[in-house]
C-alpha cells in the first residue's frame, strides 16, 4: 500500500501534468498563453538583438533578458522532463528537441560565438498557438490538407528532381551563352541563376545580356511559369480527393433495407428506398 | 392621428432613402452614378496632387476641388443619417465608417500634415460600384467564392502562421551565412529577404552572394515554389466543393411532405422523412 | 437564267473562296501554310528592323520586304473582299479589321512617323495557325477552357477591382511611410510599386528602405502570394465544372426500358436495368 | 545443337543483361547504386570544374577524374550495347543516346573547346534514380500526372502561343512608350522584358521609367498574374478527371461475361454487353 506521501507526490506530478500538457484546466491555459507571451518576447528579443543600432543602446537590457527567459525556459524543461510518465518519448519528441535547444543557446555562447543565435529556433516553440487557440478545429481541418500534401509526396519528389535536373543543364547552356563577363562566373552559379528564374524569383543580381541568352532566358521563364500549373495541380487535385472522401461519401452507411451506399452525411432515410438509415 | 406634416415629412424621408439606398428608382440610379463619378473624381485628385509636378502648377485648382468634393460629401453623409430609420446602425457599419473617413481629411488637414492622405479611404467607396452595376448576379456568382474563402480561414491562417515561423528560422540562417557585409544587416532585415524570396517576389535589393548563400536561396526558393500550391489547392478544392454542393444536389426538388432541400440527383426517397421525392 | 459567263463568274468566286478560306481541299491549305509563313516572316522584319545594328546595315532590305509584304497583304485583302458573299461581314469582323490594320501601316509610314510599328498587329494574324493545323480538336479542346474563363467573367472583374482598390490604400501608406527620398515619389508611382509587389513581379527598381517600409512590404507580399490562390481556384474549378459537364454525363441519353440517366460515354448497355441503350 | 560454349557465352550475356538493366537482383541493385554515385561524382566535377578558383587549384585531380569517368562510362557503354538482344534499339533510345553523349564530351574537347560542357547532359542519367529506387509505385503515381499533362497539350499549346503573341504586341507598344532612352532598345529587347514581366519574373535590369509605360506595366502584370490561373487551372483539372476515372469507376469489377472494365460505381449491369455484374 502506498504511503500518504507517495500519493501526494502522484497527486502533485498529476496536477503538474495537468497545468504543463493539458489546456482543458484554466490554469492549464493561463500557463500555456504565458508561455507563449514569453516565446514571443524571447524570440522579439534576439531579433532587436541583431540590430546593431538596438544593441548598442540596450545592450545590457538584452542579455539580461536573455538570461531571464533562458532561466525560466531551463525550469520549464526541467518540470516537463520530471512531471511526465516517460520522459525519454518527450525528450526525443519534436518538442522536446525543440525546448532543450530554445533553452542552450545562452549557455552556449560561452564557448561558441554565433551560439546565441540558435535561439531563433525558439519560433517553432510558437507553432504550440495551434494547440492553445483550442484549434482542434483548425488541426482537424488541416487534416485533409496533410492527408493531401503526404499523397502528393512521391508526385513532389519527381517533380523537384526532374526540376533540378532540367536547371543543371539549362544552367550550363546559360554558362556558354553568356560567360563570365556578364556575371555567369560558373555554372553553379549559373544554375543559381536558373533557378532564381525557374521558380519565377528574379532578383536581377544576374540578368543575361546577350540576345540568344536573353531568348533562352525567355524560355526559362515560361517553363517555369508553365510548371507552377504542375505541384498547384496535384495538391489541389489530391485535396479535392481528400476533402470529397471525407465529406461526401458518408461515413460508409449503407441502407439495411436495400443495400444502397453513398448517401449525404446528414441523410437519415434511404435516398433509394425510404427506409431508415442507421445513425451517422 | 398623424398630421398632414408629419405625413409628408415621412414621404419626404422615404423618397430620400430611396433615392439615396436604392438603386431600383431611376432616380436612385442616377444618384448612385453621380456618387462614383464624384467619388472617382476625388480620388484621382487626391493621387494626381501627390505628383509634385502637378501640385506646383495646379494646386488651386486641387484645393478647390477637395473642398467642393468634401461639402458634397458632407451633404451626403448628413442626408444619408437623417432619411435612415436607425441611424446609428449606418454610422457603425463598414460604408458608414468609410464614408465618414472619406468626408474628415480636408477639415483634419487643418490640424494635423499628412492627414489629407486618408482621403485615399474614399477609394473604398468606389465598392459600391458592384451595388450599382446591379451586380445581384455577381454578388452572387461571389457568394460561393465567399464561401470558400471563408471556409479555408482556418487553414489559410495555420499556413501563414507556419511560413511565418519557417522566415523566422531561415532568415536567421541567412544572417549568419551572409551577414552584414552583404546587405543581411540584421535578423529582421534577413527576414524581410527571406519572405522577398520566398513569394517569388525578388526585388533583388539584397541578394546572397557567398556559394553557400545561394544556395541556401536555392532551397528556399524552391520551397516558395512548392507552397504557393498549398492555399490555391485549398482555395480550389473549397470552391469547387462549394459549387459541386450548389449545381450537384438536384435540380431544388424539395420535399413535399417535410420540405427539406437539397438532395443527391439520383435520390428517389427524401433523405430527412422517406417521402417519395418528385422526379427529377 | 443566268448566261455562262455568270456561271463561270461565280464559280470562280466559289474556287477562290475555297482557296482562302477554306483548309479542306490541297490548295486552301497550301494557300494558308503560305500565307502564315508570309505573316511570320513579315513580323520577323518588323522586329528586326527595330534593332539600331540591323536597321544600318540591311535598311534597304527590311524595306523593300517591307514593300513586298504590303502589296501581297493588300491583295490578299482585296480578294477576301471580293469572295466572301456578304463583304461587310467580314469587314467588321475580328480577323477582317486586323487583316485591314496589317497592310495599312507602310501606307500610313508617309503620313505619321511610328505608324509602321502597328506592323505588329500582324502577330495577331499568326492566331489563324490555330485554324491551318486542323486544329478542330484544340478549338474543340479549348471550347471547355473559354467556357470556363467566360463563366468566371464576372468574379475576375470583382477580384480586380478590388485588387486596385486595395492597391490604392495600400500605394498611399506606403507614399506616406517611405516617402519621395526613396523613390515613391508620389502616389501613383507607389502604387505601381504596390502592384509590382503584389503580382510577385519585383523588379526592385524601387524598394522600401525603412523598416516600418519593409513590414508593410512583407504584408503586401504574403496577401499577393495568398490571393493569387483566388483566380487559379476560380478558372480551375469552373474548368473542372465544365469539363464534368461534357465528359462524364454523356450526351443526355437516357435508358429506354427504365429512364436511368448518366451514363458513360462508352456504354452500349443501361447500367441499371441492362437494356440496349440508343446510339450515342 | 548449340555448343556448350555458345550456351555458356548466352548466360554470359543473360548474366550481365541482368546485372546492367535489371534491378531484382543484389547485384543488379549495387551495379545501378554504384552507377549512379559515378555519375554525381562526374556532374559535380564538371560543375566545380567550372569554378575558376577550383580549377586553378586542382586542375590535375579534376582532368583525371574526368578521364576515369570516361572511360568507365565508355565500357558502361560498350556493355550495354553488348548485352542487349537488339543493340539498335538500345542505341536509338532516349537513355540510349543519353549515354553515349555522356560519354563523349572528353574525347571531343580534343577536338572542340567548349565539348567538355557537355558532360553537363550527364545530369539527364540522373534520372535513373527514380528506376533504381523501386520507384514503380512513383511512377506509377506519377502516371496520373503524365496522362494529365499530356491531355493538355494541346491547351497549353494554345495558350504558350497566345501568350507569345500578346508578347510581341505588348511589347512593341512598351518600345513605342519607353523607347531606347530606357533600355528598351529594341522591340525584340522589349518583347523580352514583356515576358520578364508577365511571368512575373521582373529581374529589374530594365524596367518603365514613364508613367505611361509604368501603367501599362501594371496592366501587363495584372494580365500576367490572371493568367498564370489558366495553365494551372487546366493541369488541375484534368488531374483531378484522370484521377477520378482511376478511383471513381468501380472498385475493380469486370463483367464475367464480356470482360469489359471500368464501370460507374453504382453500375448493376455491364455497360458492354448488358450482363449482371458482381456486387460492387
Sequence with gaps: METNNEKQNRNWRVTLHEVIYGTHTPAGRLFDVLLLILILYSVIIVLLESVKAYNDAY???????????????TIE????????????????????????????????????????????LRALRLLRVFRILKLVRFLGESDNLIKAISASKAKIFVFVFSVLVISVILGTVMYLVEGAAHG?????????????????????????????????????????????????????????????????????????????????????????????LPDA
Design 184 to 276: 555567369f562566373n560558373s555554372i553553379p552559379h549559373s544554375i543559381y541563376w536558373t533557378i532564381v528564374t525557374l521558380t519565377t524569383v528574379g532578383y536581377g543580381d544576374i540578368s543575361p545580356e546577350t540576345p540568344l541568352g536573353q531568348f533562352i532566358a525567355t524560355i526559362i521563364m515560361i517553363i517555369g511559369y508553365g510548371i507552377i500549373a504542375v505541384p498547384t495541380g496535384i495538391v489541389s487535385a489530391e485535396y479535392t480527393a481528400a476533402n470529397r472522401k471525407n465529406t461526401h461519401h458518408d461515413n460508409g452507411r449503407a441502407c439495411a433495407s436495400c443495400g444502397a451506399e453513398i448517401h449525404r452525411n446528414d441523410a437519415e432515410y434511404c435516398r433509394k428506398c425510404g427506409h431508415k
Design 77 to 120: 524543461y526541467i518540470l516537463r522532463v520530471i512531471c511526465v510518465k516517460k520522459p525519454q518519448k518527450y525528450i526525443f519528441s519534436f518538442y522536446g528537441i525543440i525546448d532543450l535547444l530554445s533553452t542552450m543557446p545562452k549557455y552556449l555562447s560561452f564557448f561558441f560565438w554565433g551560439s546565441q543565435y540558435f535561439a531563433a
Design 59 to 73: 545592450h545590457n537590457f538584452f542579455n539580461i533578458s536573455e538570461w531571464i527567459v533562458t532561466i525560466l525556459f
